[in-house]
DNA sequence: AGAAACGGAA
């Protein structure tokens, strides 16, 4: 239904009746009008001047006996049927009722949306009294009138010192702070001070949010201190301050309010966990969560319902924090409690949606957006193409993002993240340039989506180009674009560059954050780097990051990575509330050390810490089992995982399985159960199938595991490795040189195998074809002698490890130079005599290197952790943590 | 009252 604009100032009935007036002052210039204005004033015009011309007076309800009474006509009320109930009114005039018909008839045409009409009434029953103004401008505004209409008429009328209800002066107040009147609001403040009104406290907190908006949070904190009984305006302080990023202001008002006898509303509650959020306060943001759960609570058992605007504050406030089951569980609550999720809700519970993986249900809210009606808003659309897209469906996103009527740089950045993150480059660019002809200009978000879209593909110069064109376009690289860039590299696998770029981000002066620290820190534990992750855990400790759960779980993952279980523990003992990530990654700690009873001992205090576990867990569990030949508790929790806990099982866990039944020697039932697997096993089953065959000798499975696997994986060199020594074994000669042909032929090159160690600073790399080390000789005579010593308690080369076509004293000579032996005589040589040996190495330790290792550990009575390609051994004292189960 | 970029476990 059209707006009207009966409030145009030439029609201002108290200007053309200025005879019974008060003195006129002249109005002062409008600084808004309404576009529309003109040519619906004209409108007014004619009616004003028909109806002014001659006064009408209302007549009595006895005349409407033909309409029936008016609460009849409620039911079935039109503009019509008002329209003719008016025209009788006009027609027979009854002094005595005429109020009471004029509000009736103003009500009935304000709910019609007929502004013009409930406007004429009102001027000609009620121009005079001042004191209904403030009634009819409320009312005008309760059915949607225009708030700048409502602005003039007050000008007009405070120029003329009428004084109006605390409830107009509020909602003038507003008006002013949402349309920036920096005038009238002081006027407004002015005239109370004069008048000697304090005003109540809507008036206070209208106030306060007025100079918050128009003037900054010194003057309106300046409003707040002259207020002699502040807690009943502590909300609406807190609110300011944080909307103005005082944020210790705004704890401090809040720490106040828990010792006033007022709580903290719902939006303020919000506000607050936002602010925490942004500032990594984390204490303050679980003492404010806690106020929300408390406060829904009260409501609920107070009977109060919560209105549609507290339901959406707790579902933004709970995703914000990443209680993304609490979310959901809140939309169940407010389904139930009768409301149904607005466009404004649509956002925080997609984020939960996508986050709990729950992609079919996110599916569902989408159809509920289109029945809704909920598609045109451009908030639900950027989430609707944010979980389409995390979900792996690129098309649905697009389709979308061009089905969308208001696209903003939102929009824009996601799809082209989603593009990036896919690597498709080219689409990305041809967004970039869609949305730069659009007339959209790039932002950090978009550079610095692009900056990690080519770091994850391994294309860190055009990744450090980018970081020049944020610069050429007129923005800095933030620490989010430099981590973007470290963090790229650190997933793909390129941890030197990771740190190089950690090292150019400091010399330009960029202080890390916590998300840097976490990619760091994963780059020492892909690096087991124990030095360099120590390091980092100060800084983090120097900037308090260490309570951050990314980084807590990071640290965790770096110490068990690292070889030092033991300060992994550490690190994961000290929180009390440790989420899924970080059990998981203790889990997975224990695993790779072969410590598989204590991860599954683990996994027990976790489901006791109400935990529920998720597919990761599984696999961490199952490796432990795996790492430490427990083949009947690994079926138990292989069988549960569906039954007890609805997860189906990945190709990883089944990929467990098979390793466990294979490595126990049970060759059949691994077979067997990669027939009745459900989905296609791929190259890690055959691989850990074909390992199987080759430890128990087993020809004909091993034969079938290494067909599939050169099909499935034609260009990794350790499966042809693996099958030329399977050969070997057999003295199969000519199915050696067969499968050498074959690498020979897809231009397959064996992978170098090299073992290293950290002294002081210095890492030192051990390889067979790479240039000697410069203490060759002196590693080689420490290293004679150990075996001479080791051979003394019974260490007896495995001339069986050398797949080579010599006699056995060479075959011992070849032993001798596997890299991992050669890096733990160094570090025997060159370390103190209490320290523990680390050894890192890219490849799985040799059975020969295995047991010599139990032996070092045992004549020189040194621990020594040597990780290999897959996991750890620890030896101490003649044995290994595995128990060689590996 | 809501949406997009960088972070942990496999």
Not at 428 to 454: C, F, H, I
Not at 494 to 499: A, V
Not at 613 to 634: H, M, Q, R, Y
Not at 652 to 678: K, N, T
Request: glycine letters at 8%.
């Amino acid at each position: 239904m059209d707006k009207f604009a009966p409030f145009h100032h030439h029609y201002n009935p108290l200007i053309h009746q200025n005879g019974h007036c008060p003195p006129i002052q002249k109005p002062k210039p409008r600084a808004h009008s309404s576009p529309t204005s003109v040519s619906l004033a004209s409108t007014a015009t004619s009616l004003a001047a028909s109806t002014l011309s001659s006064p009408v007076m209302y007549p009595s309800p006895g005349i409407l006996s033909g309409f029936g009474s008016l609460d009849g006509l409620s039911d079935v009320r039109t503009l019509g049927s008002v329209k003719a109930m008016h025209s009788q009114v006009i027609k027979s005039s009854d002094k005595r009722t005429s109020e009471y018909m004029a509000k009736t008839l103003i009500t009935f045409y304000l709910e019609l949306g007929d502004f013009r009409l409930a406007a004429m009434v009102f001027f000609l029953g009620f121009a005079r009294n001042y004191a209904m103004w403030s009634n009819f401008l409320l009312e005008f505004k309760k059915f949607g009138g225009d708030p700048i209409e409502i602005l003039e008429v007050f000008k007009d009328l405070h120029c003329l010192g009428v004084n109006f209800d605390g409830r107009l002066i509020t909602l003038v107040l507003k008006i002013c702070a949402s349309l920036m009147d920096l005038c009238l609001g002081l006027e407004i403040h002015a005239s109370l001070i004069k008048k000697g009104l304090e005003g109540d406290v809507y008036v206070k907190g209208a106030l306060m949010k007025y100079y918050g908006r128009c003037w900054g949070v010194d003057t309106a904190n300046k409003v707040f201190d002259e207020i002699p009984y502040q807690d009943n305006l502590l909300n609406e302080a807190i609110m300011i301050n944080l909307k103005n990023k005082r944020f210790v202001q705004g704890v401090d008002l809040f720490k106040r309010m828990q010792f006033s006898f007022k709580r903290a509303n719902a939006a303020t509650i919000l506000k607050m966990l936002q602010a925490c959020g942004k500032e990594g306060a984390l204490n303050e943001g679980q003492q404010i969560h806690g106020e929300a759960w408390s406060l829904l609570q009260e409501m609920e058992s107070s009977g109060v319902t919560p209105d549609l605007v507290t339901w959406n504050c707790l579902l933004s406030g709970h995703a914000l924090h990443g209680l993304y089951k609490e979310v959901i569980k809140i939309l169940r609550k407010m389904q139930i409690a009768g409301f149904r999720p607005n466009s404004q809700s649509i956002p925080s519970i997609l984020q939960a949606v996508i986050e709990l993986g729950f992609f079919t249900f996110g599916k569902e809210i989408h159809g509920y957006v289109l029945r809704n009606g909920l598609d045109f808003d451009v908030y639900v659309g950027t989430s609707l193409i944010d979980m389409y897209l995390k979900n792996d469906r690129l098309n649905s996103s697009q389709l979308i993002f061009d089905n969308l009527k208001n696209k903003n740089i939102f929009s824009w950045n996601s799809l082209i993240s989603g593009y990036l993150f896919k690597g498709l480059f080219d689409d990305a660019k041809r967004l970039l340039t869609q949305m730069k002809q659009e007339g959209v200009k790039p932002d950090l978000v978009t550079w610095n989506s692009l900056v990690s879209g080519y770091s994850i593909w391994g294309r860190n110069e055009e990744a450090l180009a980018v970081i020049d064109d944020i610069r050429s376009s007129g923005l800095t690289p933030n620490v989010v674009s430099w981590t973007s860039l470290i963090s790229g590299c650190s997933q793909r696998g390129n941890y030197r560059e990771s740190l190089e770029f950690f090292i150019r981000m400091k010399q330009e002066g960029i202080e890390p954050n916590s998300t840097t620290v976490s990619s760091l820190l994963r780059t020492c534990g892909g690096l087991s780097l124990l030095q360099k992750g120590k390091e980092i855990h100060c800084l983090s400790i120097r900037k308090c990051f260490h309570e951050d759960a990314y980084v807590e779980t990071a640290l965790i993952d770096m110490y068990s990575k690292s070889g030092d279980l033991k300060s992994a523990y550490g690190v994961f003992r000290k929180r009390e509330n440790q989420t899924l990530a970080s059990w998981n990654c203790m889990i997975m700690g224990f695993a790779i050390y072969g410590l598989g009873r204590e991860a599954i001992s683990l996994f027990q205090e976790m489901q006791k810490a109400d935990i529920l576990p998720d597919a990761i867990t599984f696999t961490a569990v199952l490796s432990g089992c795996k790492n430490s030949g427990l083949i009947e508790e690994g079926w138990k929790y292989f069988d549960s995982m569906d039954k007890e806990y609805g997860i189906e099982p990945r190709i990883e866990h089944y990929s467990c399985m098979v390793d466990l039944l294979g490595r126990a020697g049970y060759l059949d039932e691994a077979w067997d159960f990669i027939q009745a697997m459900p989905i296609t096993p791929d190259a890690s089953i055959w691989s850990a199938f074909l390992r199987s065959c080759h430890v128990q000798g087993h020809m004909e499975f091993a034969e079938v595991a290494g067909k599939e696997l050169l099909e499935l994986e034609p260009d990794n060199s350790a499966n042809y490795v693996l099958m030329t020594n399977l050969y070997a074994m057999s003295n199969r000669w000519d199915d050696v040189e067969r499968i050498k042909d074959l690498m020979v032929e897809k231009g397959v090159k064996i992978r170098q195998i090299w073992s290293w160690i950290q002294i002081d600073d210095r890492v030192h790399v051990f390889s067979a074809g790479d240039k000697p080390h410069p203490d060759e000789g002196q590693i080689y005579f420490e290293l004679y002698q150990l075996v001479s010593e080791m051979k003394k308690v019974g260490y007896v080369p495995d001339i069986n490890c050398v797949y080579q076509n010599i006699d056995d004293l060479e075959k011992e000579k070849v032993l001798l130079s596997h890299s991992e032996k050669l890096a733990i005589t160094y570090g025997l040589l060159n370390t103190r005599n209490s320290a523990p040996i680390r050894v890192v190495k890219n490849t799985r330790i040799c059975p020969d290197c295995h047991t010599a290792a139990k032996f070092m550990s045992l004549v020189r009575s040194r621990e020594i952790f040597l990780r290999d390609g897959v996991r750890f051994h620890h030896f101490k004292d003649g044995s290994c943590s595995c128990n060689d189960h590996w």
